[in-house]
T-cell receptor, first 113, second 113 residues
Framework: GENVEQHPSTLSVQEGDSAVIKCTYS??????FPWYKQELGKGPQLIID?????GEKKDQRIAVTLNKTAKHFSLHITETQPEDSAVYFCAAAFDQAGTALIFGKGTTLSVSS | ETGVTQSPTHLIKTRGQQVTLRCSSQSGHNTVSWYQQALGQGPQFIFQ???????GRGNFPPRFSGLQFPNYSSELNVNALELDDSALYLC????????????FGPGTRLTVL
């Protein structure tokens, strides 16, 4: 069945450093890849997404890259700040509407000042 | 614009009981998806509803069922509760067939004793 692997499970960086989280997916038909940030006691919040016809997308300090051939996609956060500390999830849609998501197991990012 | 709301916030049940969780969609959204998030894991897709019908289901048994109402709000029902059903249950609303962002609610924490 469909599967999304996410690494690393924990990541600790100093404020101002960059953070990179990597995911691989199994279903070659997937064509929508969102990234979510989840803070304690809250539901996941979309931070950036990418569709399969795009190789890279950037939004201020956050960027996502997609390699469809290798079935890899990555989240890059530059100039990290303490408020970036949270759990980050990658996901891949396995339906045509893009609304049924398979999530990775999450990465706990800690940014120390 | 009102976001996705869920009720109740917390719930404690005993094994074998039945539970109903509720979700109100964000204004303008016609699709509701339900996810189960075990502690320390990513959300797992249960099913989604569009036009009051189930439209896509993950690997969950039939004792997990749902409804969507004409105002697009939704219910998740779980019969014959098991200890492993203890989790955070998240609903997300979106617009069907447009790869738009899914907005997640804060979740309902279910504990089965």
């Amino acid at each position: 069945g469909e599967n999304v692997e996410q690494h690393p499970s924990t990541l600790s960086v100093q404020e101002g450093d960059s953070a990179v989280i990597k995911c691989t997916y199994s279903d070659s038909a997937s064509n929508y890849f969102p990234w979510y940030k989840q803070e304690l006691g809250k539901g996941p919040q979309l931070i950036i997404d990418i569709r399969s016809n795009v190789g890279e997308k950037k939004d201020q300090r956050i960027a996502v890259t997609l390699n469809k051939t290798a079935k890899h996609f990555s989240l890059h956060i530059t100039e990290t700040q303490p408020e970036d500390s949270a759990v980050y999830f990658c996901a891949a849609a396995f339906d045509q509407a893009g609304t049924a998501l398979i999530f990775g197991k999450g990465t706990t990012l800690s940014v120390s000042s | 614009e009102t976001g996705v709301t869920q009720s109740p916030t917390h719930l404690i049940k005993t094994r074998g009981q039945q539970v109903t969780l509720r979700c109100s969609s964000q204004s303008g959204h016609n699709t509701v998806s339900w996810y189960q998030q075990a502690l320390g894991q990513g959300p797992q897709f249960i099913f989604q509803y569009y036009r009051e019908e189930e439209n896509g289901r993950g690997n969950f048994p039939p004792r997990f069922s749902g409804l969507q109402f004409p105002n697009y709000s939704s219910e998740l029902n779980v019969n014959a509760l098991e200890l492993d059903d203890s989790a955070l249950y998240l609903c997300a609303s979106s617009v069907w067939d447009s790869y738009n962002e899914q907005f997640f609610g804060p979740g309902t924490r279910l504990t089965v004793l």
